[in-house]
């Protein structure tokens, strides 16, 4: 290994420390999203719906909240407005979003939605958090499966999240106070599994994508901010029903390996306010990325240890 190749990985690993322990100490206030109108995909449970109380919670105006399940988004939306003192308005729109329809009619009913006294709509936050994902081995015998579930978790994780973009983008706020897009992604995008190949390639295509288009919306001059959100495990109920067969020794602390969607809910938030061009989160994915780019091979072991334990 050559010397620039440490030396490129304990550069980043001191702005990274010195960004969290000294940059990042002043908290940026959650208080910036009164008067927000605020869209949320997959908000029916986990990282979204908590996304939604705290916009709810910190009395955003108007919020979107957007699934598949409508008893679920019922739910979510009764919370909301038991958390805001019915001071934010909230919305359930129920829909796909691996149908650019539906992606074009959530962006329409959204606008309807937020219309104000003078006939003026804005979208404020697009956060882009819907998934689906599937974690098993390639059949190399039925290649027409194989391609279907590629092109499936293509259209809702990838094709989902630009449709919503471009039909957002010509809506939001051009004042100094600029609009953000938040995407959130996974670590899986960087340092994929075998067994996520759809799944990681889709979110792979995510990073990429919303890197190049927060440079041209940059070069068209449009205040508009790009945020893409790199999360690790969050302690969700998928998450436990994984590590349930373990012994907790295994993975120590829940909330060191995997953290709370509350938790994760407000750093999402936060950045995308503060205008972060990049999150990590947990601490660790900087770091598992980092080994990964730097030394694959012992990249490729952590991914095959997690596989053959985790996903077996």
Not at 134 to 142: C, L, M, P, Q, T
Not at 174 to 195: D, P, R
Not at 280 to 303: A, K, M, Q
């Amino acid at each position: 290994m050559d010397a620039i190749d440490l030396i490129i990985p304990i550069v980043i690993l001191l702005v990274t420390l010195f960004y969290r322990f000294i940059y990042k100490k002043t908290e940026f206030s959650l208080e910036k999203l009164e008067g927000k109108n605020v869209i949320i995909t997959g908000a029916s449970w986990g990282i979204g719906a908590e996304v939604a109380y705290h916009c709810a919670l910190n009395k955003a105006s108007k919020i979107i909240i957007a699934a598949r399940r409508t008893s679920l988004l019922e739910k979510v939306r009764d919370k909301c407005s038991h958390l805001s003192n019915k001071q934010s308005r909230i919305k359930v729109v129920t829909c796909d979003l691996g149908i650019e329809e539906e992606c074009v009619r959530l962006v329409r009913e959204s606008l309807d939605f937020f219309k104000d006294s003078n006939d003026d709509s804005r979208i404020d936050l697009l956060i882009l958090n819907h998934t689906h994902s599937v974690f098993e081995r390639i059949n190399f015998s039925d290649p027409t499966g194989a391609l279907e579930k590629t092109r499936n978790l293509t259209n809702v994780n990838f094709i989902g999240f630009a449709a919503l973009a471009h039909h957002a983008i010509p809506h939001m706020s051009t004042s100094s106070n600029s609009s953000t897009i938040i995407v959130v992604t996974t670590l899986l995008a960087e340092i994929s599994l075998g067994m996520s190949w759809a799944y990681s390639a889709t979110k792979s295509a995510i990073n990429s994508y919303f890197n190049c288009l927060r440079d041209q919306l940059s070069h068209a001059k449009l205040p508009i901010r790009v945020t893409i959100v790199h999360l690790g495990a969050v302690n969700t109920e998928q998450w436990q029903s994984n590590i349930a067969k373990f012994p907790k020794f295994w993975f120590g602390s829940s909330s060191f390996i995997a953290k709370d969607p509350g938790e994760t809910a407000e750093v999402i938030l936060r950045s995308g306010l503060r205008g972060e061009k990049a999150v990590w989160f947990p601490w660790y994915t900087i770091f598992v990325s980092i080994i990964y780019g730097v030394v694959p091979e012992i990249g490729r072991l952590i991914g095959r240890f997690i596989e053959d334990t985790l996903f077996s």
